[in-house]
């Protein structure tokens, strides 16, 4: 009877220790969600933030092209004003694509492609839409690792009785920012 009752302690030892490890895990993996979104925003925030002169420097050049800069300025504020990480997502993509339309303008303007300014911005805008695309792409690596977490069993009884739901958010290009722009010479 001793024997039993070692065994079906240390069968109970076994499941809580377990049960806690896979609820840390669940927990650590959610908190590396938004750590991973928290340097997607830091990246979208710094090109918002290189936005205005970027839009400065080729009004200059295009004065005649409001609806371009208009447009740049809007989906800007968007962004600005966006709460949500699905907001955010869907603002950042109509930057996406008022950046690419700003770039066509810049197409029609060869003096303009050699300014100075407009180079500098232009490599700085660059190098952020490198960064930002490399926090999506850990921030949806985050998502993916989280969610099978919580569907697969026992995560998905842990996560259930605490909470936890699937994340459906990943961060998607939009169909119109996936248009390959048409550049002609």
Known sequence: MK??????GVIALIIIVSFVSVYNGIV???????AK??????QLQRRNDLIPNLVTTVKGYASHEK???????????????????????????A??????RLLLVVENYPNLKTDQTFLKLMDELSGTENRIAVERMR???????????VRMFPGNVIAGMFGYKPVTEYFKVEEKAKA????KF
Request: proline share 1%; charged share 25%; glycine share 2%.
């Open 37 to 42: 979104w928290a340097q997607v925003e830091n």
């Open 3 to 8: 024997k039993f009752l070692i065994v079906l």
């Open 28 to 34: 650590s993996k959610n908190e590396t969600i938004t």
């Open 67 to 93: 609806t371009v800069f208009q447009d740049v300025t809007n989906a800007r504020s968007q962004w600005q004003k966006a709460a949500s990480v699905e907001e955010k997502v869907k603002a950042a993509g």
């Open 95 to 100: 930057v996406d694509a008022a950046l690419a």
């Open 139 to 149: 921030f949806n690596e985050a998502v993916r690792d989280y969610n099978v977490t």
């Open 180 to 183: 390959v722009p048409e550049v």
